[in-house]
């Protein structure tokens, strides 16, 4: 995977535009604090986070011929969950939206599969699995 990963696709502009879309299907004051989290990281940060995201997604291809269910699997979406404080808090519900966003959205899923083909179906699954074992 190349320095950028998996987000090579979504330009400066392409992101402003997702936001802009993404504030008028879900909360305002959400997207708009995860926008202003993201522009107040220096670039060494975001270099980093981006570089920790990559690596979640490769982690999670590696072991996509096991059951979404089991422990590593789990414990990688768990370092996703993590992951996403950079940006906001979601609870259960935003964790399962995201994953149907990453399935649904022909312009993510695309992305998805650029990293392994399948990606985005086997994280939905195993999202759901990780939403379950909370609730428990």
Known sequence: MNPKGLFEGFSEEEQEKYAEEA??????????????NWKSYSDAEKKKILA???ALYSDLAAVM???AARSDVQAIIARWHKHLQYFWSPNDEQLLGLADLYNDDPRFKANYEKVHPGLAEFMREAVKVYVKNRKK
């Open 23 to 36: 504030a008028q299907k879900w909360d305002p004051e959400t997207v708009g604090a995860s926008n202003k």
């Open 65 to 67: 011929s096991k059951d």
């Open 52 to 54: 920790e995201g990559n």
